[in-house]
């Protein structure tokens, strides 16, 4: 007997899904029979990357664009006839602090990781409107509950996230739409790994999980899948873990 497919049959955008967690989720998704609109900027490589999967189509777009959440969703409906799920993934994290001048980096990360979410969810609901299955999963962090050193607009930012899943989340069950956020740890990305480098840094995060390593995208890949199901249809507005436990141990 074959394998069932958590997925098969349903329809998903991925936002910022050219590499990291982005990308596990596409791969995590197409594996378990989902058409995916892979959704990433005209820089990174993302109509290259998943040439050779039949199920997902690239769509080169800055989220940030006036257009963006009207373009994708046109795409997504061109591509595959609509769309179920809409994980909102895309997002930026520079070091700051909320002593620094300017005020550039705020702007350019509240407008990334929170008003494009917002923005892009909003012209996806006519869609999500149509089916019983209707989910949409917001990439928040462990920063969501917590502060950290130089993470200041970042960490405003993925509080920002998790308010507004819960609230969406309050407005939406009313279609049938869940709404949910995965809070990622400590896990290694290409962009992260020169971070991880730092043998006090990968240590101390290492120790602090309880499950005794560092997390890989597939980790939350495999939770993005969790929240897609159609089983998961009672959960929403939750923040889920995937952080092998750092987040409640002292």
């Known amino acids: ?18 590499s990291g967690i982005g990308e596990a989720i596409v791969m995590a998704y197409a ?10 900027l ?8 998943f040439t050779n999967i039949e199920n997902v189509t690239p769509l080169e777009q800055d989220i940030t664009d006036e257009d963006a959440p009207k373009n994708i969703v046109s795409a997504a409906i061109t591509a595959m006839g609509g769309f179920d799920i809409l994980v909102n993934n895309a997002g930026i994290s520079l070091p700051d602090s909320v002593e620094a001048e300017g005020e550039d980096l705020w702007e350019k990360t509240m407008s990334i990781n929170v008003t494009s979410m917002f923005r892009i969810t909003r012209a996806a609901l006519p869609e999500l409107k ?3 299955t209707g989910r949409v999963i917001n990439l928040g962090s462990i920063m969501s509950d917590m502060g950290g050193p130089n993470l200041f ?3 405003t930012s993925k509080h ?5 899943t819960k609230s969406m989340a309050v407005d939406l069950g009313q279609y049938g739409i869940t709404v949910n956020y995965l809070q990622p740890g400590a896990v290694v990305t290409a962009l992260s790994a020169p971070y991880f480098e730092d043998d006090d840094f990968r240590n101390y995060w290492i120790e602090k999980a309880p499950i005794g ?3 890989q995208p597939a980790d939350v890949a495999h939770a993005a899948v969790f929240l897609a199901q159609k089983e998961s249809q009672f959960i929403s507005g939750l923040g889920l873990n995937v952080d092998g436990g750092a987040i409640v141990k002292f």
């Open 1 to 18: 007997m074959s394998e069932r497919k958590l997925l098969l049959g349903r329809k998903a955008i991925v936002t910022g899904g050219a």
């Open 31 to 40: 594996s378990e029979g989902a058409q995916v609109l892979v959704v990433d």
């Open 42 to 49: 005209p820089d990174s490589n993302v109509s290259k990357s």
């Open 130 to 132: 149509k089916s019983d």
């Open 153 to 155: 607009v970042y960490g």
């Open 160 to 164: 920002a996230v998790a308010g507004m």
């Open 213 to 215: 390593r560092l997390g």
